[in-house]
């Protein structure tokens, strides 16, 4: 896409986004039993075509960590259910496809084409997500789409370096055509496996993509089949009315106003230190809302841009958490009431050339932010920041069994989640962009490469305190069994995820590094780039935790012991944090606490964290 272009689609899809109904050609209703079929079997398509990508595609990413999303679309592009997945795909696919129709033209797309892209500046994200389409015809006329964007673990480019542009970062596959009415474009795929590294793989995945959206193609067709055209297209309509009026509900229970917060970024990867601001305005009026994005950073020299569409998915993501969290299937009626401003140009809304390759670690913190903004108009809503990282090294190397380059990602991690209102923070889970994404299993990863891992445990004291407690993060040490290089891009070091209400900021990510018996953990960041590690050498990944909602004082003392005793909390942290005083055998020792608890408050930042961990 060219920066015209990219300009172009910015006017009618991002500088001021709204999802909007679709033209009603026939106005006619479908009784309710009909339409909660329908919605079911929608989603359970969309469930069939996660399952068979999992069953048959070659690479961990995919199969374990679910590094993907599966979809079906009106003829229109819009999204009708999504298998998450990703959330962060919620808008990347569905414009994929309204690209691909702008590209062909309805004329040019016939009953057995499959249409591919992986272009970055259309998906939103990076090159490795190749994105396959199969329209849907039923009694000759086009009914709809499928969809499949998957993770390949690698489409050539530069391996482990900080990229500057797009060209460095990979094969870049136009909008064309993988399959014509039936028959496969194998010049596509002879470019492809010449341009990738691991080309039994890289094909292995994309044939496991065909086998998704060709499950979902045979089964939408089965679903038109049952029931007619008319009545599955009308009970879409009534679906995306209904998660509308409960969108527009949960919306009008938020104070109308302006809200604003700020955040920032560690560094691009290249010009260290430099913080890169994340700024924010959500405007509530009525059953409507505005999230204005205009005010995020730039565009970057760093690989850590993503394109327009993941801006706006970051507002739907947020949105949707807020307003329709248990809406299913996922579609695009929930955001008829979320306009989305956003100029080109920016690190979530990134032109051509800039690079792409890490696109989601950002938005992470764009939605935390968003959640920060609105804190003081729904606490009760609210969550605290979280560890909002992948926290996921890249390793490759020559395997010591069969001498054939190796390359795995390993993670991602999990770390802590803020605490709520109500309830503590969930510990060692996936950041809010990973949806359903699984961490690497250590069986597998030491079965399939030349690794050990020395530990993979909970993080003592990376929560933040509060009334209710921040998640915990996880602290994972892999060994080197044969020598390999490590790269990783983690961020959040210094942006620790902040607190709510009096609740305190927890850890942020971490990162140290063992060679020859000795660790290195005084890293300005926690980015290392094609680092050596030779045999019984390790790296050391740290993820943050949850920040904490309340007062620390307020938090009961028996959670407090429950916490020290389970090791989620250290008996130093307890009584200077909590003022919560233990006996030998971790109980409260009541006379102790109530001294504690009746002394002046000396200032404090609130941090559990900070008498954890000095390396950080």
């Known amino acids: 896409?060219?920066?015209?272009?990219?300009?172009?689609?910015?006017?009618?899809?991002?500088?001021?986004?709204?999802?909007?109904?679709?033209?009603?050609?026939?106005?006619?209703?479908?009784?309710?039993?009909?339409?909660?079929?329908?919605?079911?079997?929608?989603y359970a398509v969309t469930e069939e075509m996660k399952t068979n990508l999992t069953r048959t595609a070659y690479n961990l990413i995919i199969y374990e960590a679910l590094d993907f999303t599966v979809g079906l679309f009106t003829k229109e592009g819009d999204t009708v259910s999504i298998g998450l997945g990703l959330p962060m795909f919620i808008r990347g696919m569905s414009e994929t496809v309204k690209a691909k129709i702008r590209h062909f033209g309805y004329e040019n797309i016939l009953p057995g084409d499959i249409l591919v892209t992986n272009d970055a500046y259309t998906t939103g994200s990076h090159l490795n997500h190749f994105t396959f389409t199969m329209p849907v015809f039923h009694e000759?006329?086009?009914?709809?789409?499928?969809?499949c964007m998957a993770h390949w673990l690698d489409v050539g480019g530069t391996l482990g370096n900080v990229t500057t542009d797009i060209f460095s970062e990979g094969i870049q596959i136009p909008i064309i055509k993988y399959q014509r009415e039936g028959v496969v474009n194998q010049d596509l795929i002879d470019i492809i496996a010449m341009n990738v590294r691991l080309a039994d793989r890289a094909l292995g995945d994309l044939r496991a993509q065909i086998t998704a959206i060709t499950t979902g193609e045979r089964r939408y067709v089965e679903l038109l089949q049952r029931y007619g055209a008319d009545a599955v297209n009308a009970s879409i309509r009534q679906i995306m009315d209904s998660s509308e009026a409960v969108a527009r509900q949960n919306t009008l229970s938020i104070p109308d106003g302006v809200y604003e917060a700020e955040s920032f970024m560690d560094d691009d990867g290249l010009e260290i230190g430099k913080r890169i601001p994340i700024r924010v305005k959500v405007t509530v009026a009525g059953?409507?809302?505005?999230?204005?994005?205009?005010?995020?950073?730039?565009?970057?020299?760093?690989?850590?841009?993503?394109?327009?569409?993941?801006?706006?998915?970051?507002?739907?993501?947020?949105?949707?958490?807020?307003?329709?969290?248990?809406?299913?299937?996922?579609?695009?009626?929930?955001?008829?009431?979320?306009k989305v401003v956003m100029p080109m140009g920016t690190v979530i809304s990134a032109e051509r050339p800039y690079p792409m390759r890490v696109?989601?670690?950002?938005?992470?913190?764009?939605?935390?932010?968003?959640?920060?903004?609105?804190?003081?108009?729904?606490?009760?809503?609210?969550?605290?920041?979280?560890?909002?990282?992948?926290?996921f090294p890249n390793i490759h190397g020559i395997s010591p069994e069969d001498g054939r380059l190796f390359i795995v990602g390993i993670g991602p991690?999990?770390?802590?989640?803020?605490?709520?209102?109500?309830?503590?923070g969930v510990s060692v889970t996936v950041c809010i962009n990973d949806g359903d994404t699984h961490n690497s299993p250590t069986e597998q990863l030491e079965a399939k490469y030349p690794v050990l891992v020395e530990k993979y445990e909970i993080r003592q004291d990376s929560a933040g305190a509060g009334k209710y407690r921040g998640g915990l993060g996880a602290e994972m040490v892999v060994q080197a069994l044969s020598?390999?290089?490590?790269?990783?891009?983690?961020?959040?070091?210094?942006?620790?995820?902040?607190?709510?209400?009096?609740?305190?900021?927890?850890?942020?990510?971490?990162?140290?590094?063992?060679?020859?018996?000795?660790?290195?953990?005084?890293?300005?960041?926690?980015?290392?780039?094609?680092?050596?590690?030779?045999?019984?050498?390790?790296?050391?990944?740290?993820?943050?935790?949850?920040?904490?909602?309340?007062?620390?004082?307020?938090?009961?003392?028996?959670?407090?012991?429950?916490?020290?005793?389970?090791?989620?909390?250290?008996?130093?942290?307890?009584?200077?944090?909590?003022?919560?005083?233990?006996?030998?055998?971790?109980?409260?020792?009541?006379?102790?606490?109530?001294?504690?608890?009746?002394?002046?408050?000396?200032?404090?930042?609130?941090?559990?964290?900070?008498?954890?961990?000095?390396?950080?």
Request: aromatic share 8%; proline share 4%; with cysteine.
């Open 140 to 147: 000759g006329k086009l009914e709809g789409f499928t969809c």
């Open 287 to 338: 059953d409507e809302m505005t999230v204005d994005l205009s005010d995020v950073s730039k565009q970057v020299r760093g690989f850590y841009n993503s394109g327009f569409t993941t801006g706006i998915a970051c507002a739907q993501v947020a949105y949707k958490c807020l307003t329709t969290p248990t809406d299913y299937p996922v579609n695009d009626g929930s955001f008829r009431p979320l």
């Open 1 to 42: 896409m060219s920066t015209a272009q990219a300009t172009t689609l910015a006017n009618t899809h991002g500088t001021t986004h709204g999802t909007t109904r679709a033209p009603d050609t026939n106005a006619s209703t479908v009784d309710a039993v009909t339409v909660e079929i329908i919605r079911n079997g929608l």
């Open 483 to 616: 020598p390999f290089t490590v790269t990783t891009r983690i961020d959040r070091v210094h942006c620790k995820p902040w607190g709510l209400e009096g609740g305190g900021d927890a850890m942020g990510n971490g990162l140290a590094v063992r060679h020859k018996g000795e660790w290195k953990t005084d890293h300005l960041n926690a980015k290392i780039f094609n680092v050596r590690l030779e045999r019984g050498d390790a790296y050391k990944m740290l993820s943050g935790g949850g920040g904490g909602f309340g007062d620390p004082l307020e938090r009961d003392i028996e959670k407090v012991a429950e916490d020290v005793r389970e090791g989620y909390v250290s008996a130093e942290v307890a009584r200077e944090v909590y003022r919560v005083a233990l006996d030998a055998n971790g109980q409260v020792h009541a006379e102790a606490t109530r001294t504690l608890r009746s002394a002046p408050r000396a200032p404090r930042n609130g941090t559990a964290g900070d008498l954890a961990w000095a390396g950080q």
């Open 359 to 391: 696109w989601m670690t950002f938005p992470m913190t764009v939605i935390d932010t968003i959640f920060k903004a609105l804190a003081p108009a729904i606490p009760h809503r609210s969550i605290a920041g979280h560890h909002a990282d992948l926290v």
């Open 413 to 424: 991690l999990g770390g802590g989640w803020g605490a709520k209102s109500s309830e503590d």
